[in-house]
C-alpha cells in the first residue's frame, strides 16, 4: 500500500503540463529575445523528434517529421521565431508543414473527438484549437506579402481566400450533429480573411471584388473602422492620389492565448452529452460520475493592448484591432467546453467500470484476505489512474492577443517611418502600389521587431518603379 502511495504521489508530481514545458520558450519570446526563444524550441522539437538540436537547428526545423508527437504544434513557435528573426521564407514552409499535419488531425466526427476515453487528452493526436486553424492562414497570408508583395508573384491571395473557407468548413462542421450540441455553429466568424482578400484585390485595380470583400469584412466585424473606409474608397474608385502609394502595417501586438490546467465539475449540459456520447462510442451504458475532471483554461497576460501610431512624411495613422485573438479563443473554447467536459467525464467513468469489475472478478475468486488486498489494490490503481490525468493544455504559444491594421498614403519614395515611440523603419513607396511592414511585439512595453515587404526594402533589388493601378504592363 505505501509503495502504491509513493507511485501516485510521484506520478502526480511528475505530470507537467505541455503549457509548463513551454515556460522557457514563452519567456524568451513575449521579452523579444527571439533568438533565445529559436534556440529553447529547438530544444523542444529535438527531444519530440529524437533528432539533436544541431540538426534541426542546420535545417531551421524543415528537415524533421512534423508528424511525430507534437513536433507540428513546435514548429508553429519555431515558425514565429523564424519570421522575427528576418526569415518569412522558412516561416512559410514551417507554417505549411503544420497546417497540413492539424488539418489532417481534425475532429470532424463525435467518435473521432471521444476517442481518448481510456487514457487522457494529451494522449489524443493534437488537432490544433480552432482558432489557430484559422491563424495559421492568417500568418502564411501576411509572411508571403513579406516575400512577394501582392504584385509580384506569390500565393498572398490564396492563403487569404483559404482563411474564408477554413472558417467555413469550420463553422458547417458536423462535430456534435450525433450529440445534439454543434458548438461550432455558435462562433463568432471574424473578418481577417476577407479584409487581406479586399487590401490585395484593390491593390491590383479589382476595386469590385475589393468592395465585396470588405462588405463581407463588415457582415462579420460590424463598425470596423478601417473596414468601413476601405468599403466606401473601393466604391468610389480611390486607391491613392497621384504619384502616391500605399502602406499598410499589421501590427502582431501583445502576447496572446494559452492555455492552463483547470478543474470543472460536470455541467448538465456535459452530463447529457456524455450520456449519447458514451452509449455512441462504448456501445454500452457506462455510469456516469459527478467529480470535477481536469480541463483547459484560458489564460491571458492582458486584456487589451494599446493601439500603435504610425507616422510618416508628415501623416499619421492608428493600428486599429483586425483581430482580438484573446477574444476569439475565449468564446470559442466557451462554446467547446461541455464537449471537453463530457469527455473528461466519459472517461473517467470507464476507468472505474474497468477497474470496479477487475476487482469484482478478482474477489468472486479469492474470497479471503488476497482477495481484500486485491480490491485495495484496484482501488489504488483506478485512484493512480485518474490522479494521472492530464488537461489538454497544448496550444501555440507564440500567436499574439491582437492583430492591428493600419493603413497611411504616402508619396513615391523612401520614407521614414515611425512605429510607435523610437521604433523606426525606412520603407520605399513606389507610386499606385502597396507596401506591407509587419511589427511583431509581443511585450509592448519593448520594441519589438519591424519587417518590411521585400519589394519596399530600401536595399532590397526590386525594381525602382512599377506601372500604376490602370496603365499597362510592358
Known sequence: MRAALLLLALAVVGCRSY????????GHYLQGDFEG??????????????ESVETVASSNGLGVKAGKGDTYLL??????????????????????????????????????????????????????????LILVRVMLCLCDLLVHSSQTEGDAYAYALQIGEKQQR?????????????????????????????????ATGARDGAARAYERCLSYEPGLGIAEEAHRRAKEGRYAAPGEGVLHVFYLAGPGPFYTTGQSPPTDLALRIAQIAAALVTDSYVPLMQTEVPVPVLAVHVPGVPQLEVTAYGRKAATETLLDVNMVAGQQLEKMMPLIIARAVIRRAVKATITTASSEAVKSRNRNSTGDAAELG????????????????????????????????????????????????????????????VVIRPDPGRPGVILVDRLSSPTASGPESLPEIGESKP
Open 75 to 132: 514548429l508553429l513557435d519555431k515558425a514565429m521565431t523564424q519570421l522575427a528573426l528576418g526569415r518569412p521564407e522558412v516561416a512559410i514552409e514551417l507554417l505549411r508543414k503544420a497546417r497540413d499535419q492539424l488539418d489532417g488531425h481534425e475532429s470532424k466526427t463525435a467518435k473521432e473527438f471521444f476517442a481518448s476515453v481510456l487514457t487522457d487528452d494529451m494522449a489524443r493526436s493534437y488537432a490544433g484549437a480552432d482558432y489557430e
Open 170 to 202: 469550420i463553422v458547417e462542421s458536423p462535430l456534435g450533429e450525433d450529440l445534439g450540441y454543434k458548438p461550432r455553429q455558435e462562433y463568432r466568424r471574424v473578418g481577417i480573411g476577407a479584409y487581406l482578400q479586399g487590401i490585395i484585390l484593390e
Open 19 to 26: 503549457s509548463d514545458k513551454l515556460a522557457e520558450f514563452r
Open 378 to 437: 484496484f482501488a489504488l490503481a483506478n485512484l493512480i489512474w485518474t490522479a494521472t490525468e492530464r488537461a489538454d493544455t497544448r496550444s501555440w504559444s507564440s500567436l499574439p492577443a491582437h492583430i492591428q491594421v493600419a493603413r497611411i498614403p504616402l508619396p513615391a519614395g523612401v520614407h521614414a517611418v515611425r512605429l510607435g515611440g523610437e521604433v523606426e523603419a525606412d520603407v520605399r513607396i513606389t507610386a499606385g502600389r502597396d507596401a506591407y511592414a
Open 37 to 50: 526563444a529559436d534556440a529553447a524550441v529547438d530544444r523542444l522539437i529535438a527531444k519530440e523528434t529524437g
